[in-house]
């Protein structure tokens, strides 16, 4: 289940993002190929460019984290659309907000597919807005990109996931927990949605294959901020880790509320599966100091591409601003398109989506591979620990994990 790879292929994967932009600078310069021959399906691509769709929360309890990764999804069309764009066309882009409601997602997905005819979107952030507009996007034969971590048991032709499934985030933080950290007891805590739901439900398993006890399960209405009630059962219960699932806007409240009762990285193992550096800012680097996070990408990775990816990101958008994993796994997927719409000479969504089986990529994260089927990337995994500055010390880091959306447990 955890079988990694390192077959650095590709010329995008040996030369990296920087090399990718000036290949795709020289391309630009050629003739850009007949629109007849790259567009037969009726996207909205002419001579001299080719639409994409932003979908993500701009309002609502959510915007705290998905407005980032909008930014990090602009900067990339930038840096493409600066190095010549995709198959000559430079790249416009029509950004809609859901609003941090899932009717609205799929309202705003079916207008970006039925009248702007996007070639592509980069989009949603929880699982409940994916589940909305995964029928839209299936019968309107369109191709999303979602780079949310997320619980797996899915797959579609529509989507390819750029975030991490459960085996790659979930299941290889719980194994962690136990046997190196010595965890025996989980207080498991969520917002009420699928996302938490679910993944709860594989961390209870994989609690218990490897001998460790779930002592409570809850979960907070989306929007929530009076934990007092949960705080106190978790201070009854004394669990060896506090596991959170809790999203968005409400985890400002939690984590003030546990270091107010005495509860904080210093001195219980709090585990957060929804907290990157962007929400850290938020919540105040004071009060989750200690805590553990397990995520594919933080700011604090060291490599080449990551330190021209922050650079690039503070230089736009300001030296105070620090980059998450979703903000990373969001400025992947367009390079991710362009590569597979290069590959397939076409922008028709069947031909892109065929097009992007193997292909690999010198990321800010590390370099990752698509999966020949799944639709689903190679990650990491690791586990950063929260410091005072509101980075990560990465305590943890295993070699790429192949996806498998549907594990055995």
């Known amino acids: 289940m955890h079988t990694p790879t390192r077959r650095f292929l590709s010329r995008i994967a040996k030369t990296g993002l920087a090399a990718a932009m000036a290949l795709s600078l020289a391309q630009g310069a050629q003739a850009a190929p007949a629109t007849a021959a790259v567009n037969t399906t009726g996207l909205a691509v002419d001579d001299a460019s080719v639409t994409v769709g932003i979908l993500h929360s701009l309002s609502g309890t959510i915007a705290i984290t998905e407005s980032s990764v909008v930014d990090a999804e602009k900067l990339a069309i930038d840096e493409i659309n600066a190095a010549g764009g995709v198959l000559g066309r430079q790249i416009k882009v029509v950004v809609e907000d859901g609003a941090s409601d899932w009717p609205t997602f799929a309202e705003k997905a079916n207008k970006l597919l039925g009248s702007d005819k996007a070639a592509a979107v980069f989009g949603c952030y929880t699982s409940a807005s994916r589940k909305a507009v995964l029928p839209v996007f299936e019968r309107g034969k369109g191709l999303l990109y979602y780079p949310t971590y997320y619980e797996g048991l899915e797959q579609s032709p529509n989507i390819i996931y750029t975030g991490q499934e459960a ?172 590569a597979a719409v290069e590959k397939a000479g076409s922008f028709d969504v069947e031909k892109v989506a065929a097009a992007s089986a193997g292909l690999e990529l010198d990321a800010p994260e590390g370099m990752v591979k698509l999966h020949d089927s799944n639709h689903h990337l190679y990650k990491y995994t690791r586990i950063g620990q929260i410091r005072a500055d509101g980075l990560m010390d990465i305590v943890h880091e295993t070699g790429l994990i192949e996806p498998n959306p549907y594990p055995e447990l």
């Open 167 to 338: 085996t790659q985030q979930n299941i290889a933080a719980v194994e962690w927990l136990i046997k190196e950290k010595g965890a025996k007891t989980f207080y498991l805590l969520g917002s009420d949605y699928i996302w938490p739901r679910t993944t709860n439900k594989i961390a209870k398993k994989v609690i218990e294959r490897l001998g460790g006890k779930v002592v409570a399960e809850e979960y907070a209405p989306l929007g929530h901020t009076q934990f007092g009630s949960i705080i106190n059962k978790i201070k009854l219960r004394k669990p060896d880790v506090v596991l959170s699932t809790i999203v968005g806007g409400s985890n400002v409240a939690l984590y003030k509320q546990l270091k107010a009762a005495g509860l904080d990285g210093g001195n219980k193992t709090l585990m957060a599966f929804a907290i990157t550096e962007e929400e850290v800012r938020g919540i105040g680097a004071e009060n989750v100091t200690g805590v553990y996070v397990p995520m594919g990408y933080f700011q604090t990775v060291d490599n080449e591409a990551n330190r021209k990816f922050v650079a690039a990101f503070k230089a736009r958008y300001g030296e105070d601003r620090v980059i998450g994993d979703t903000m990373e796994a969001g400025y992947i997927a367009p390079y991710l398109w362009k």
